[in-house]
T-cell receptor, first 116, second 116 residues
Framework: AQTVTQSQPEMSVQEAETVTLSCTYD???????LFWYKQPPSRQMILVIR??????QNATENRFSVNFQKAAKSFSLKISDSQLGDAAMYFC?????????????FGKGTKLSVKP | GAGVSQSPSNKVTEKGKDVELRCDPI?????LYWYRQSLGQGLEFLIY????????KSGLPSDRFSAERTGGSVSTLTIQRTQQEDSAVYLC??????????????FGSGTRLTVV
């Protein structure tokens, strides 16, 4: 079974600085998808960025980028120019590319605080 | 609707009572997921509906938990004889068939269940 591990329960960053959140996963599959979700106090999970395992190029969405290391099974999230609104729980998630298995497998999350 | 709607937002119930949690997915989304988020934990998969196919119930923790989806739209998660360990946030998500890996899943804001 696939597992997702986030080793940093909490992280803190100064406003305008850069922070990297770690995520590792375990799978025997070669094709899959990886996601980072943000959960603010409103509880709604918001998709931040996604990565297809077959793509070597790291995904980027504005201030958010990932460092995808397939061999190491690592998928870290870098937030540049951190803003107060970035403060939230961040979850890393895995989804199999096999058609019938549609659910996401989540890590336990990292609570990010942003200091003004 | 414009988003995934869940009701109630918060529910306090006495141990031993039955509860029903409702999820109204985005119109046209054929895939619907229920997750449970316990305090300090990631999201735990409960059940997955895809169109008219038999649901994937592999994540339901006990036979006290059940879910149905009527008419391929609204879903109800029922917990019978609630226990204190059932206290958690229950999140619902939906996606277009085959699009979950591409566009991610749209989550609702969840129902916070407290069993006293």
């Amino acid at each position: 079974a696939q597992t997702v591990t986030q080793s940093q329960p909490e992280m803190s960053v100064q406003e305008a600085e850069t922070v990297t959140l770690s995520c590792t996963y375990d799978t025997s599959e070669s094709d899959y998808y990886l996601f980072w979700y943000k959960q603010p106090p409103s509880r709604q999970m918001i998709l931040v960025i996604r990565q297809e395992a077959y793509k070597q190029q790291n995904a980027t969405e504005n201030r958010f980028s990932v460092n995808f290391q397939k061999a190491a099974k690592s998928f870290s999230l870098k937030i540049s120019d951190s803003q107060l609104g970035d403060a939230a729980m961040y979850f890393c998630a895995y989804r199999s590319a096999q058609g019938s298995q549609g659910n996401l497998i989540f890590g336990k999350g990292t609570k990010l605080s942003v200091k003004p | 609707g414009a988003g995934v709607s869940q009701s109630p937002s918060n529910k306090v119930t006495e141990k031993g009572k039955d509860v029903e949690l409702r999820c109204d997915p985005i119109s046209g989304h054929t895939a619907l997921y229920w997750y449970r988020q316990s305090l300090g934990q990631g999201l735990e998969f409960l059940i997955y509906f895809q169109g008219n196919s038999a649901p994937d119930k592999s994540g339901l923790p006990s036979d006290r938990f059940s879910a149905e989806r009527t008419g391929g739209s609204v879903s109800t998660l029922t917990i019978q004889r609630t226990q204190q360990e059932d206290s958690a946030v229950y999140l619902c998500a939906s996606s277009l068939r085959g699009q979950g890996a591409i566009s991610g899943y749209t989550f609702g804001s969840g129902t916070r269940l407290t069993v006293v």
